[in-house]
């Protein structure tokens, strides 16, 4: 699988807005990006993917270049429950890979 | 809640000590996984199974054993093991491989915390 890098660490303040930013210049066209978050002891939990558009869901936004070669998780009011590991991860489309390949994500922490 | 539960969530054991995991989904899903969350390191797939079927052990030492009885139970057999084992261990599961490709969810369980004497 293609290879994803993100910053180690952001932190935001509560209730604004975070962008999450992830560069995976050398995707290919099958790929899809996935992110992933986990909380404090906790296992990772799905947060939103996407193939060329941008998506939404209940959870955040997920922005895609147009030229895919970067993505950012948008997390449109940050609160205190937000703090977690984010991890950005390609998954393959053109086969049925089923290994999820976890980096060492961008810790958020989020302040009051 | 994920659907996805793990027991024990913590477990000390010493290195001649025989233990195992447990991991049951109420998901309805039909593929398992044993994930391994070192201090400071990425997660590491362990083992695939997919029906009941091994489909995947990603180079895991002889004294990891897994076991899937049926599509709903997951369970990591321990003995022999090494300070160094002394991790998270996380379960998960998701639709069965192949049938949704590159957009499969995977739901994890909450991990069992393995420290090892």
């Known amino acids: 699988d293609a290879k994803t890098t993100q910053p180690n660490s952001m932190e935001s303040n509560e209730e604004e807005p975070v962008h999450l930013p992830c560069n995976h210049s050398t995707i290919s066209g099958t790929d899809y990006i996935h992110w992933y978050r986990q909380l404090p002891s906790q296992g990772p939990e799905y947060v939103i993917h996407g193939l060329t558009s941008n998506v939404n869901n209940r959870m955040a936004s997920l922005a895609i270049a147009e030229d895919r070669k970067s993505s950012t998780l948008i997390l449109h009011r940050a609160t205190l429950r937000d703090a977690a590991v984010y991890y950005c991860?390609?998954?393959?489309?053109?086969?049925?890979?089923?290994?999820?390949?976890f980096g060492k994500g961008t810790s958020l922490l989020v302040t009051p | 809640e994920t659907g996805v539960t793990q027991t024990p969530r913590h477990l000390v054991m010493g290195m001649t000590n025989k233990k195992s995991l447990k991991c049951e989904q109420h998901l309805g899903h039909n593929a398992m996984y044993w994930y391994k969350q070192s201090a400071k390191k990425p997660l590491e797939l362990m083992f695939v199974y997919n029906f009941k079927e091994q489909t995947e052990n990603n180079s895991v030492p002889s004294r990891f054993s897994p076991e899937c009885p049926n599509s709903s139970h997951l369970f990591l057999h321990l003995h022999t093991l090494q300070p160094e084992d002394s991790a998270l261990y996380l379960c998960?599961?998701?639709?069965?491989?192949?049938?949704?490709?590159?957009?499969?969810?995977?739901?994890f369980g909450p991990g069992t915390r393995l420290t090892v004497l």
């Open positions: 998960a599961s998701s639709l069965p491989i192949g049938s949704g490709g590159a957009t499969d969810t995977q739901y």
């Open positions: 991860i390609l998954r393959d489309g053109s086969n049925s890979g089923y290994a999820l390949n």
